[in-house]
């Protein structure tokens, strides 16, 4: 299949897919702060910079976008153009986060990965943290 778009346009939306602050990544952070979770934003010190970081908890949560990370739901699907180039470059991350998460782990992190198609549900976001990081406040309060 042929791209829609020149090379000019297709260049300029890719260049503006950012990385960091995403829709996704916003909507996860805005019902963690609601249900009373404090954390910090794209440590750099920690492998692959995750988007939410629960230091005394030793928890962090990667917000994958389906595209580039190659979930397996619609918004995962590669594109029928240049397959030569996307087949490897998906490969690449997926192999990258896997080496991500394993590098957390033997650092003693725990992480959680959700994905962007799955924000399109609060209810099921909402269940992921608090089974993930267990009820708000419970960490902070017990140092205190």
Sequence with gaps: ????????????????????????????RRIAHALGYRFRVHRRDLPG???LVFPSRRKAIYVHG???HGHGCPKGKLPKSRPE???PKIARNKERDADTVAAMEAMG????????CE?????????ALVDFLGPPGAVASASR
């Design 49 to 51: 910079t995750p988007d």
């Design 119 to 127: 924000t399109k549900d609060r209810d099921a976001v909402v269940k």
């Design 85 to 87: 180039f996307w087949i």
């Design 109 to 116: 992190w725990e992480t959680l990965t959700l994905w962007q």
């Design 66 to 68: 389906c595209f580039w």
């Design 1 to 28: 299949m042929v791209d829609t778009r020149t090379p000019e346009q297709r260049r300029y939306i890719m260049q503006s897919v950012r990385s960091k602050n995403t829709g996704p990544e916003m909507i996860v």
